[in-house]
């Protein structure tokens, strides 16, 4: 077959034909008539989840606060179970996961945890490239240990803008660094770290490494137990579906099981004595003591139904599909000519697989006004300033016709010139 040919609707037509999870699609709620690639932002509603959710309202109904005993799963122990199953997806030992609270609110109780600064020791490496939240977090936590948020805070600084260089991330584990935060993912170009190589240098230095894996729990495998990480956390809202705010997960090291929270609640209590109602701690012997409320039940009933078709798909095919379809998108972008002019589009995301997560950064110098004209013509990317459009195919939803059509879009949106009648000011995505 000639070259050329793999450009072709018909190309993109036979790819989701061979393609054996194409079937995922359908238990998915596609917004009417539009091409969803934000599922990085916010996840689909499957029917899955909403059943599920369905049935944690019968249970209510039915048997009100019985539930939390005779529910099927009971509430009670629902955080325990969603860990188990949540278990599978990161590479870890059941009871070092739990699904509690949120990713900023996990964040805190880790980074609390965790972060024991000394005379010498006191430093946290992060990135200049942090979601904010995570950096709000870390120098909150400087500052309720008696630091200097301005002095203790490392960001590790960008070569590119994009990317930031594992060797660098290296070079800053110092000796006077007692925590290292990194995200698995960097939000906006959606470069992957090593995590593996990065835990090896943090532990070789005397520090604790914790990641943040909002932008990969769900798009691609995580081995947390052998690559030996000291804790994670990560959200249910992107990649796993489980709806807008639900309930996020932490995972804990057996080997710091037993340290004491530093945000200790009822809900972290062992489980066999909570209602004993004592006021001396008894943590659970588990991640389950870094809870700290009563699980949120209809997010994590959506959780529950949506990690139903993450067992059924297996994470590897989903990954395998995941980076077939960025693979598709820079490619069609780069050969239809996309990054040369009058175009100007830029792919700001790593090509190794590597260091590729699940989402491809679409850089353009118009790139707010190139994201709004996507949306007026029922596509969804997102946008995060300066000038990055966020494109993710999502691999249990997204189709290749649907990158086609996203790419013929781009192309369109620049010939026509539509995005020059659009403003800027006051833009949400
Ligand atoms: C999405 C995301 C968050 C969101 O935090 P919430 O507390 O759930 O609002 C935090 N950190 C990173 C890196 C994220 O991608």
Not at 1 to 28: I, N, T, W
Not at 86 to 94: E, F, K, S, Y
Not at 255 to 264: I, T, V
Request: hydrophobic share 40%.
């Amino acid at each position: 077959m000639p070259d050329h040919d793999h450009l072709s609707e018909s190309h993109a037509c036979l790819l989701d034909a061979d393609d054996p999870l194409a079937g995922f699609r359908e238990r998915f709620y596609i917004p009417p008539g539009t091409i969803y690639l934000d599922g990085n932002s916010l996840g689909l509603l499957s029917y899955d989840a909403e059943s599920a959710v369905l049935r944690a309202l019968a249970s209510w109904k039915e048997q009100g606060i019985n539930g939390w005993l005779e529910a099927d799963p009971p509430w009670f122990t629902l955080g325990e179970e969603l860990g188990r199953r949540m278990a599978t997806l990161v590479g870890a030992t059941p009871e070092s996961v739990i699904v509690t609270g949120t990713t900023t609110v996990n964040l805190h109780q880790m980074v609390g945890t965790f972060y024991e600064p000394t005379e010498n020791r006191r430093k946290i490496v992060a990135t200049s490239l942090d979601f904010p939240s995570d950096v709000y977090a870390l120098q909150s936590q400087i500052r309720l240990h008696g630091g200097d948020s301005e002095r203790d805070l490392v960001l590790v600084p960008s070569r590119d803008g994009r990317t930031i260089p594992e060797d660098d991330i290296i070079a800053a584990m110092a000796d006077d660094v007692a925590l290292v935060l990194l995200p698995s993912v960097l939000y906006r170009s959606g470069q992957l770290v090593d995590m593996a190589r990065l835990t090896r240098a943090a532990h070789d230095r005397g520090a604790l490494i914790g990641f943040d894996c909002a932008h990969s729990v769900g798009a691609l495998p995580h081995a947390f137990d052998d690559w030996d990480v000291d804790f994670a956390v990560w959200c249910t809202y992107k990649y796993l579906n489980a709806g807008p705010g639900a309930v996020g997960a932490l995972y804990v090291n057996q080997r710091h099981f037993g340290r004491e929270p530093a945000l200790a609640g009822w809900w972290g209590y062992r489980k066999d004595r909570q209602f004993d109602m004592a006021h001396h701690w008894e943590g659970a012997a588990n991640a389950g003591a870094w809870q700290i409320s009563t699980i949120p039940l209809l997010s994590a009933a959506a959780l529950m139904g949506s990690l139903a078709i993450f067992e059924e798909a297996g994470i590897d095919a989903i990954r395998g599909k995941s980076l077939a379809q960025t693979d598709y998108l820079i490619s069609l972008i780069e050969a239809s000519g996309l990054c040369d002019e009058p175009y100007g589009y830029r792919i700001g995301t790593p090509r190794d697989h590597v260091m590729r997560g699940g989402h491809i950064a679409v850089e353009h110098d118009q790139a707010a006004r190139i994201a709004q004209a996507l949306k007026a013509r029922d596509i969804v990317p997102d946008f995060r300033p300066p000038d990055v459009i966020r494109l993710a195919p999502i691999a249990l939803s997204t189709t290749y016709h649907e990158i086609w059509r996203a790419v013929q879009a781009l192309r369109e949106i620049i010939e026509t010139g539509e995005y020059l009648s659009i403003g800027t000011a006051g833009m949400v995505t």
